[in-house]
């Protein structure tokens, strides 16, 4: 009987990835851009209506004139009444929470990237494609953006890559990294487990090769001489 011959897997290149991304960015920068520009537009008015109607729980004394009911125009006569306003802990609260909801959109954006990133550079690993893992990893391997690899993964592949492209300092510094910053992920004890880690070897030595080490205590009386 003739034999079935299973699909080959679409081949994948940097351009096309590139092109992925670039829509990725577009559409996690439209919400961040969304969030920055919406965000202040709804919470000054906001605050102003909340201080309108709970005026003591604001600091508002209302000692002008009565302020209209027009949310832009709600602003106290009085700076001494505006200056408690702004300062007020309510106020403050909610200055927190807008910016909280405005990183909680941004950092959302940029874990989708590095996500969408470390899946292409798992699909490059899978076909032996080392050059083109470290071009799309090259990101995690910056100076100051390490801690942007929240599992280890990224570092791990990293790892592979160099190791196959003949830089293996470059490699051992991956591992290394792994190792320290991430312990208790898959991906440190994949090393370790393969003995690619020197941080790996001396993090994890066991009671046993510790309480070898120790000089054993001489029992007894000590012989004058």
Do not use: C
Not at 66 to 78: G, I, Q, V
Not at 122 to 141: E, K, P, Y
């Amino acid at each position: 009987m003739p034999t079935q011959t299973q699909p080959q897997s679409e081949p994948l290149d940097i351009a096309g990835i590139d092109k992925k991304l670039q829509k990725q960015f577009m559409f996690n920068g439209f919400f961040i851009a969304l969030a920055l520009i919406v965000i202040p537009i709804v919470l000054i008015p906001s605050q102003m209506t909340l201080a309108h109607k709970f005026p003591a729980l604001f600091g508002w004394t209302q000692t002008g004139p009565k302020a209209t009911t027009t949310p832009f125009n709600m602003y106290p006569a009085s700076q001494t009444d505006l200056t408690h306003v702004y300062t007020s802990l309510p106020n403050i609260a909610m200055d927190i929470l807008s910016a909280g909801v405005i990183m909680f959109v941004f950092w959302t954006g940029i874990s989708r990237i590095n996500a969408a990133l470390i899946g292409y550079a798992r699909d490059f690993a899978s076909r032996r494609q080392w050059n083109d893992v470290v071009s799309v990893l090259t990101s995690f391997n910056q100076q100051g953006q390490h801690f942007l690899d929240r599992t280890g993964e990224a570092h791990y592949l990293i790892a592979q890559a160099l190791s196959h492209t003949g830089k293996p300092q470059g490699a051992q510094k991956a591992r290394d990294y792994v190792v320290k910053y991430r312990p208790k992920s898959e991906w440190a004890e994949k090393i370790i487990q393969q003995g690619g880690s020197k941080t790996g070897t001396h993090l994890h030595k066991t009671t046993a090769e510790a309480t070898e080490a120790k000089p054993k205590p001489i029992k007894g009386k000590r012989r004058r001489f």
